[in-house]
């Protein structure tokens, strides 16, 4: 499970950064809603900094395609036993 956890975090991690890097215009945009909300919520709590908020918003979204990426992988597991 730990091995299938770091994959997923890591497939998080490539997904948040392309997420990241493709412009707000794009009708891609609305799949950055979970880490920029995460950001503009707590924007204010880190003093307007845009790194860290940037920084919030990456990781948020990391963490929430990581842990899509574990259910399919635990799913596509469960059926393959």
Do not use: C
Request: charged share 5%.
């Amino acid at each position: 499970m730990k091995r299938s956890f770091m994959i997923a975090m890591g497939i998080g991690f490539l997904v948040s950064t392309v997420l990241m890097a493709i412009p707000s215009t794009s009708e891609w945009a609305f799949l950055e809603l979970p880490g920029m909300g995460a950001a503009y919520l707590f924007w204010g709590a880190v003093g307007n900094s845009v790194i860290i908020g940037v920084a919030i918003g990456w990781a948020v979204n990391a963490v929430v395609y990581g842990l899509v990426i574990l259910i399919i992988i635990a799913v596509t597991r469960k059926i393959s036993n």
